[in-house]
């Protein structure tokens, strides 16, 4: 939604799939299985940061409602050794508070796909 968290993420996944379909006919030997819908998901892990511009003010109301992300492995132009993935998902899970003494305070969350994952890069 048009906040940049680079600055607080520790551990970022993108995961991008696509179903299994059994296509087996009668007279097959062996299951011959094909490539049905793609699916994504996204997990990161930010360190948590109360800050208006922060993790926690920008995902908190975004728990179980869709949003938009972009993603590139360098926080720099989209590039062909730089591309970018952006897509919407819905944001599954955002635990506000959660860890051990001592440590970092981390909040692990998930964005599922609410549409299709796309890779846009600039040569």
């Known amino acids: 939604n048009g906040v940049?968290?680079?600055?607080?993420?520790?551990?970022?996944?993108?995961?991008?799939?696509?179903?299994?379909?059994?296509?087996?006919?009668?007279?097959?030997t062996t299951r011959v299985m094909k490539g049905g819908l793609k699916a994504w998901d996204l997990d990161a892990v930010f360190h948590q940061d109360y800050a208006a511009a922060g993790p926690h003010a920008t995902l908190y109301g975004l728990v179980g409602t869709t949003a938009c992300?972009?993603?590139?492995?360098?926080?720099?132009?989209?590039?062909?050794?730089?591309?970018?993935?952006?897509?919407?998902?819905?944001?599954?899970?955002?635990?506000?508070?959660?860890?051990?003494?001592?440590?970092?305070?981390?909040?692990a969350v998930r964005l599922v796909n609410a549409g299709a994952l796309t890779k846009a890069s600039s040569s």
């Open 4 to 28: 940049d968290l680079s600055d607080d993420v520790a551990e970022v996944r993108l995961n991008y799939r696509s179903e299994t379909v059994d296509e087996t006919a009668m007279g097959d």
């Open 69 to 107: 992300f972009e993603l590139r492995p360098k926080n720099s132009c989209s590039t062909q050794i730089n591309p970018s993935y952006y897509g919407t998902g819905v944001l599954e899970t955002f635990p506000p508070v959660g860890g051990r003494v001592g440590e970092l305070l981390d909040v």
